[in-house]
């Protein structure tokens, strides 16, 4: 088993949980907002990235 697998799974319960939590706190289109900005910058911080 790959050494790095271990930490890919932690990297994506972070993404999930990132995106998740301003739902959970603030179920309302506020939360939604907040998720969908939060991920889209994960999203192109991890794109940008070499």
Excluded: E, H, I, Q
């Excluded at 990297?11 to 995106?19: E, I, N």
């Amino acid at each position: 088993m790959p050494t790095n697998l271990y930490g890919s799974v932690l990297r994506g319960f972070d993404v999930a949980l990132l995106a998740a939590v301003p739902l959970l706190l603030f179920p309302s289109a506020n939360g939604a907002t907040v998720s969908t900005l939060l991920s889209v910058g994960v999203l192109a911080y991890l794109c940008g990235r070499k």
